[in-house]
Each structure stands twice: as C-alpha cells, then as structure tokens.
C-alpha cells in the first residue's frame, strides 16, 4: 500500500450516492489528520503530555504483571505518508505468564520481557446494521500492547504498523526499565519565538536586586522597550514598583528594583515587552525580613529562652544590642539551629551583660531592621535576708521602673516602692506579710529570672 492519492468528493443534486461515496470521503478526512501529525511529528513515538503517559510500571510486590498506563503514541508510516494516532484509553494490567493477545508467548524464568505498543483497528457491528445486511458499522482504531520474549522486530508483521518500545522487564526479579521512545514535533516548523531568562530567579522582598536577564530572539536595547512585574494571581494586588534598567545591550540587561517586603511572596511574572511582542520568566519571591515582638524568658519554668518574633528570617542571622551608652555593640551571630522563618531565639546567657534595654538591631543577610525590646533582667544583688513589712533593696540591671515586679516564696508578690524612687538598676521593696524563705523572681516584660540563693524572711 502507498500514499493515497489526495481526492475531495463532489456532491451535487441529484446525484446517486453510494457506500463508496462516503467511505471515501471519511479515508480524505482521516488520512489529511494523519498526514498533519506527520509532518508535524519527527518520528514514531509516545506522545508526552503528562509525566506516566504509556509507563510499564508493576503493580505490586510478589506478582507478576505489569500496568501499562493509559496515553498516546504516534506510529509513523513513510510509505502511507501517516502518522496514526495510538490511543490507550485505559491503564491496562498483563500477567507476564498467562498466554494472551498481549502475550501470545509467556515468558520464561530467566527471560527479559520487551513491551511495545502499535496501532490496531477492529471492524465491528456497534451499533449494529438496521438493513437487511449485516456488515461493520464502524471502524474500532486500538492499541495493542505486546510484551516479546526476544528482541522486538521493528513493525509488526501482520499489519506494517511501526512498534513503539515502551520498555522491557525482567520477569525474575520484576525489575522495570522506562524505554519509552519520544515524539516531538519538529522543531523547524516553528517560529523563533522570543524568550527570557532571569538570574536570579528566587529573590527576597525586601532586597535591593540586581538581576540580569538575557534575551533570546529579542532586542533589549529597543528604545520602547518596556518591563513589568505582576504578583502571583488570586493574591493581594503588588505595590507600583520602579524598575531602573543598567547594562542595556541587545541581548541582555540589568534591572534594579526593590519589592516591598508587605507584597505578597509566591511566583511573581516578570514580563519584558518591545511592542507588540513580548516574553515571560518568572520569579520566585521569598518573604522579607519584619520584625512583629518580643517574647520574654521563665526561668524559674525552666525556659531561659529569649525570642524575637516576625517573619521572613533566614540563615544568616545576628543581632546587635545597646550598651548602656546607646552604642550599638559588636554582632552576636545566631547559629542557624536557631533560626525559624517566624522566630529568632536566643538564650538567656548569650546576651552580653552589658546589653540595655531599647533598640535591638537584627540583620537577615542583606535586610537589616530594628525593634524595641526588654531584654530580661540581671540580679547582681539580692540580701539573703529580710523582715517582713520591712524593706530591702534589690540591685541588678535592665529593670523597667512601673513594670517590674517581685514575687517571695509563698507567692506573695510586691512592687518597688515610690522612694526612693527606683532606677534601671536598683529598686527598693517591702517584703510581704505572707512572704516565705527562698528564692524570690523578678519579672518584667523580658521575662522572669529567679535569685542564685535563698532569702530568709523573718518576723
């Protein structure tokens, strides 16, 4: 059989028509689709459109079949000047020993199965005739799966049609090797179509980024030339953002710009568009650095854990504190243990000494903010006695004076008295009536630390 002679029916009134007629004019309709996946397809092949297409995978441990999953090939015949689609509707389980139409020989132990896929057609009465004949009313077009014992031969030699490997199996030990062979549609039937690249491609809210994007079939240096940026879709709207173009050349550029660390995150489009003609890459943007609170240590708990809260933290972390002259003091590094998207911790012995409470300056690789905080408080003295109803005094530092408390054993809680009027570093309070022996807690909003010793309250 060759090519068929390319032939349209003509109907015109009157005219007697024929069976002949109209399986003519479907051989027209049919042979022109098959010859259009021809030219557009380069060989014979399986077509990928979604990742399992046509698979020889195995079921399950202990058995021995195989699954070939539903999809479609494509079998190109040069002589016919076709390419005939192959359509497996549905995953379709073979038991390797069992002589059937898929395998027509079992295997044997031992043996390494070949799985193949080619066209096939069924003429059949569905529905059936309603004349006085009984013939086929329709063509049935199939894909027949073979598994072959031997080396597969390239088209099958009852119908001509071309084999498609999908992949071989070993019946021994069921191990399955993905042979599947490919169809892609010719690459010289397409236009050049312009495209982009951007490097980076994942960027922080919140950075100022340089990212250089190259051009393929496309002019950057063209005067209207023009970029834009849009934040993933369903989400909030993104800020009007500026973009500064640097390094302009023809096929590649420089762009600078800053998303603010409140738009949203996901994968933004970023489009560069010289009149009608434009190309897409896309961006992934990570959430920036934003410093929310504080949380403050229970050491008596057993929690002697400072934490700073917000968003956006990476791995390179550290800190700055304030000394008691309202410097800044070298950088404390946070291992990256320590470190959560939404948390910074640290403990309660690795804050310097001299740190104050105020301002806290926390960097996250490139991003640097600031934030309030009360750091818990030091006791560098603490009477080991007291009377009760009588007053002692407490000395340490980063006290809060109006927010610091005093808590005896026997959980009989006291404030500083007015006078003397207390400071950052020294309080005055009465010991309560109901205060007992031991240890005694002070707390303020930057937690709760607990005496070294005992005090010994007394009538």
């Not at 004349?131 to 009852?158: M, W, Y």
């Not at 970023?270 to 403050?296: C, H, I, S």
Request: aromatic share 6%; proline share 7%.
């Amino acid at each position: 059989m060759g090519e068929i002679e390319i032939k349209r029916v003509n109907f015109f009134d009157g005219q007697f028509l024929r069976d002949v007629e109209f399986n003519e004019l479907s051989d027209y309709m049919v042979h022109m689709r098959r010859r259009l996946l021809y030219v557009l397809f380069n060989k014979t092949g399986v077509v990928r459109a979604v990742g399992p297409d046509l698979k020889v995978e195995v079921p399950g441990q202990g058995v021995k079949k195989i699954v070939v999953r539903a999809g479609m090939a494509l079998g190109r015949r040069d002589d016919l000047v076709e390419a005939k689609e192959i359509i497996l509707r549905e995953d379709l389980t073979i038991d390797l020993t069992v002589k059937s139409e898929q395998v027509p020989d079992p295997l044997q132990a031992g043996e390494t199965g070949i799985v193949t896929v080619h066209y096939d057609e069924e003429r059949i009465a569905d529905p059936p005739s309603e004349s006085d004949e009984s013939k086929p009313t329709r063509i049935k077009e199939k894909a027949a799966i073979r598994v072959h014992r031997r080396e597969s031969p390239l088209v099958d030699p009852d119908s001509k049609e071309p084999y498609v490997r999908l992949g071989t199996v070993a019946l021994d030990t069921m191990q399955v090797a993905d042979a599947r062979q490919f169809t892609f549609l010719q690459k010289s039937l397409l236009a050049d179509t312009p495209s982009i690249t951007v490097v980076p491609n994942s960027v922080r809210a919140g950075d100022d980024l340089e990212l250089t994007v190259g051009a393929t079939d496309f002019d950057l240096s063209n005067p209207t030339m023009s970029v834009s940026l849009t934040s993933p879709p369903g989400g909030p709207a993104a800020s009007n953002i500026s973009v500064t173009k640097a390094n302009v050349a023809a096929s590649s550029i420089t762009l600078k710009f800053k998303i603010p660390v409140t738009d949203p995150t996901g994968t933004w489009r970023l489009r560069v568009a010289v009149g009608d003609n434009g190309a897409d890459a896309f961006l992934t943007v990570r959430a920036g650095m934003q410093l929310t609170g504080f949380e403050g240590v229970d050491q008596p708990a057993g929690n002697p854990i400072f934490k700073i809260k917000g968003a956006g933290f990476e791995e390179v972390m550290s800190v700055q504190f304030k000394d008691n002259s309202g410097q800044f003091m070298p950088e404390l590094r946070i291992p990256t243990a320590n470190v959560a998207v939404d948390q910074i911790v640290i403990s309660k012995n690795d804050i310097p000494a001299a740190a104050m409470n105020g301002q806290v300056k926390v960097h996250s690789d490139k991003q640097e903010q600031t934030l309030d905080v009360i750091l818990p408080p030091i006791l560098t003295q603490v009477p080991f006695s007291g009377q009760r109803n009588h007053t002692i005094d407490i000395v340490g530092s980063r006290f809060v004076v109006g927010d610091t408390t005093v808590t005896f054993a026997g959980s009989a809680t006291a404030s500083p008295v007015a006078s003397p009027a207390p400071t950052d570093q020294k309080f005055t309070v009465r010991v309560p009536n109901t205060a007992t022996t031991g240890r005694i807690v002070v707390k303020t909003r930057g937690g709760a630390v607990q005496s070294d010793h005992d005090v010994t309250v007394t009538d």
